[in-house]
């Protein structure tokens, strides 16, 4: 396995990969998501216009050729005067194939997007995960991640 910059022909693969995870949040909850036929693309990935910029990371775990789990990474910077100025890495989108899962594939792309983002100066990494997701939460925890806030909701 190796961990590599995404390139545009490995979109397609990366849609596939996008598709899983984007299935299984519209399965757990059908009244925010909604199936689509390009979940990269409905989520802004439009390759031709993400490749260059400056503040993604999108890696890609290639497997003999094959994408086979992706990591998109957005450096932000706080715009709030009231916060403390700090490099921000946030992952946007991390996931594995499921038929690739338990092989050390997700690890991988999470240690290569720390130390890409401590590259680039951050001092923090985040992510957002669905509760329902409990597998992505212990996942998370396994690698030292701990919660920070909670993004409540009320259905009225």
């Known amino acids: 396995m190796i961990i590599r910059d995404l390139t545009l022909s490995d979109f397609d693969a990366v849609n596939e ?11 757990q909850r059908p ?28 890696l890609g775990a290639d497997v003999d050729g094959k994408i086979v789990g992706i ?3 957005v450096m932000r910077t706080p715009r709030n005067d009231a916060l403390v100025p700090r490099v ?11 038929n690739y899962r338990r092989r050390g594939i997700g690890t991988a792309l999470y240690n290569e997007a720390v130390k890409r983002a401590k590259e ?14 409990k597998a992505a939460v212990d996942f998370y925890k396994s690698l030292g991640m701990t919660v ?6 009320q259905k009225i």
Do not use: T
């Open 17 to 27: 990969i996008f598709k899983q995870l984007h299935e299984l949040h519209v399965q």
């Open 71 to 73: 990591c998109f990474i």
């Open 148 to 153: 920070w806030e909670y993004k409540m909701e």
């Open 31 to 58: 009244d925010i998501y909604r199936s689509v036929e390009n979940p990269a693309e409905a989520n802004g990935y439009i390759a031709e216009e993400v490749l260059n910029e400056e503040n993604l990371i999108l």
């Open 120 to 133: 680039r100066g951050a001092e923090v990494i985040q992510l957002q995960v669905s509760e329902f997701n």
């Open 88 to 98: 921000c890495a946030y992952i946007d989108d991390i996931a594995v194939d499921e």
